[in-house]
């Protein structure tokens, strides 16, 4: 089974990592480049790697928390302003029912509202959501071996056969990438039973790019 991973470029990795394995209740693991916060049953992981932090309106991907009543709701965003985040306008309706969050580096998050039809059943962290055209939800539903779970007006979504978190795009237009982006995705590939051998071109800092000219990274990870 192919693993998603979202790296998140951090001045001070250690202090995000932290924030958000106490948001989602991870226990961090320390590599020599970075930490991680590994996801369960579908859920996506996190990686955070010393780069600089995100340019305001670059091309970029936020994560999407979910709530099962009001109270929860109000509940994640009180903890989550207490350990370090902030309230972020970017356009917001007062009539919209989530909530928007920048973590303590400014990367937006918002806590949604409880009866989300589209979350139901993704656990706390429901959905990564991404700029990005159809070409590149169907390219990804290939790559990690996911179905597609939507697929309507330019707009496209894809989960794990063990369900957990959706990754979602939302269609044209694009906002500009301004060189490299400053979350990336990271597939992690099952080492094959046989041998230690790797592929060439699938592992290491090898790094490519999908259909919309985003950089990901193909990982063997032993288990």
């Not at 989550?80 to 970017?90: E, N, Q, Y």
């Not at 919209?96 to 937006?108: F, K, S």
Request: aromatic share 6%; charged share 20%; hydrophobic share 35%.
């Amino acid at each position: 089974m192919r693993t998603l991973t979202v790296t998140f470029d951090a001045r001070e990795p250690e202090t995000l990592a932290t924030f958000w394995a106490e948001m989602l209740g991870r226990s961090p693991i320390r590599e020599p480049d970075g930490v991680r916060l590994p996801g369960e049953g579908g859920q996506a992981g996190l990686r955070f790697v010393a780069g600089p932090a995100p340019e305001r309106g670059t091309r970029g991907l936020h994560l999407h928390l979910t709530s099962t009543t009001p109270d929860e709701q109000q509940h994640t965003v009180d903890r989550a302003l207490k350990i370090g985040a902030s309230h972020l306008d970017v356009g917001q309706l007062p009539e919209e029912g989530h909530i928007v969050l920048a973590d303590p580096e400014g990367n937006p998050f918002c806590v949604i509202e409880a009866g989300n039809n589209f979350l139901a059943g993704t656990g706390f962290l429901g959905e990564v959501a991404c700029d990005g055209t159809r070409a590149v939800g169907q390219f990804w539903a290939e790559t990690l071996g996911w179905p597609l779970v939507w697929d309507e007006n330019e707009e496209t979504a894809i989960q794990s056969p063990l369900g957990g978190t959706k990754v979602a795009w939302g269609g044209p237009p694009l906002a500009p990438k301004r060189g490299r982006n400053p979350q990336r995705f990271e597939v992690g590939l099952p080492a094959p039973a046989e041998s230690g051998h790797v592929e060439s071109g699938l592992a290491g800092s090898d790094e490519l790019t999908d259909p919309d000219g985003n950089e990901f990274t193909l990982v063997v990870r032993r288990t």
